[in-house]
């Protein structure tokens, strides 16, 4: 894929920037993070995207956008075009040889969420236009699905009138994770990033109840006097196309409410909500202690260090201190809640990228690249979706293009 992008952007340069998220499974050395540089674009998915649009415009081949595909014309189980809407009216493409579904996933439409995915609410990260068109035109088409319960999703925090959640990377090392009673419940530095949501959608089978969706970052006055909470210069929709700025001294946030302060453990417990104010009081005391006589967390085992064997995750953007007592007040919380990269799930696909029925068959003329159907299935090494599109792109239109053209 390296060579490939390099074809097309022959000036720029690619750089690694990190590795696999999850480094003790088989296999993980073969994966780096790759972002193309030296070429238009603040960010290194601008920067792809660039790299693909302007290798269509030199080969013209047309394009239209604010044009939404909302059906698949068939004849029997033969897929023949595409009903869209275009300046308000209907607006049909008669395909020559295929139809390639790459639409992305459902993480923006509610229902699909509520349908598939365990643990809601959720927020999302990318662009709210991920509703599931997709999904239902090859459901309309008789296909399979798979990875329909799977996402990758960190933690993040929703601000009030922002569209798109953000995700949180915690930088400082005196912060921990609790839930709605106030109690740990992981090892908030060793659970890897984009399957974060995975340690909050436990449900509570006697009240009924996440419990821990939202729950909350606790804090002492250590970490936010570090910097901002949260990176401008981080990914997702809220930052790169909502355009919300996180103030540099956390001011306007903590003015907001969407960083709750307080004097004390016990008055900060009280603000979110918590029943019993002394069990936040006494995981914070034990957190402190543990650390403090010990030098490890004998809750949950989280290290006062980063492992030094271990790859950067993230070049540049990895911390090597990991634990600190929160003793310095005032004390500060901010509400978490899984955001969302993107659902796996979709129809499943052939290695030729073909739409398959449940029995396994192709769906003729029907194909599918990308987020929507993704070859991943519970969750992924990070960074990796690009190339999962990208590949899966490239399958199919090459067995698209040596179909003959239907009659």
Known sequence: MGDYVSSLAPEGKISVYGHAGYQNLPGADCVNKMSMR???????????????????????????????????????????????????KPYFVKANKAVVICTGGFQSNPELMARYIYGNPMAYLGSPAHTGDGLLM????????????SVSAP?????????????????????????????????????????????????????????????????????LKAGPLISNGGSGWAINRE????????????DSGVIIKADTVEELAK?????????????VKRWNSDLREKGIDTEYGRTLTADPNMKAVFVGRDVKSWSAPIEEGPFYAVKLVPVTYHTMGGPKKSVKAEVLDPFGEPIPRLY??????????????????NADAMVFGRVAGKNAAALENWK
Request: aromatic share 10%; net charge positive.
């Open 38 to 88: 030296n070429v238009p674009g603040a960010k290194g998915g601008d920067r792809l995207f660039g790299i693909f649009d302007r290798a269509v415009k030199a080969r013209n081949i047309p394009v239209l956008v604010n044009c939404p595909a909302r059906r698949l014309v068939r004849r029997g189980n033969e897929v023949l075009g595409v009903e869209a809407i275009y300046e308000g």
């Open 243 to 254: 355009g919300y700025k996180w103030s540099k001294d956390n001011q306007k946030e903590i």
């Open 155 to 223: 933690l993040g925090i929703q601000v009030p009138g922002v569209k798109a959640g953000i995700a949180m990377v915690t930088r400082q090392p005196a912060f921990i994770w609790v839930d709605q009673d106030g109690k740990r419940f992981v090892n908030e530095k060793k659970l890897d990033y984009h399957c974060s949501w995975m340690a909050v959608n436990n449900f509570d089978a006697i009240n009924h109840r996440y419990p821990r969706i939202p729950c909350y970052m606790i804090m002492d006055s250590s970490y």
């Open 271 to 283: 603000k979110l909500g918590i029943a019993d104010p002394a069990v936040l009081v006494a995981t």
């Open 138 to 149: 090859a459901q309309s088409m008789g296909c399979d699905l798979w990875h329909m319960n």
């Open 368 to 385: 599918v690249a990308g987020e929507l159907g993704s070859t991943w299935g519970l969750t992924y090494q990070g960074a990796c979706a």
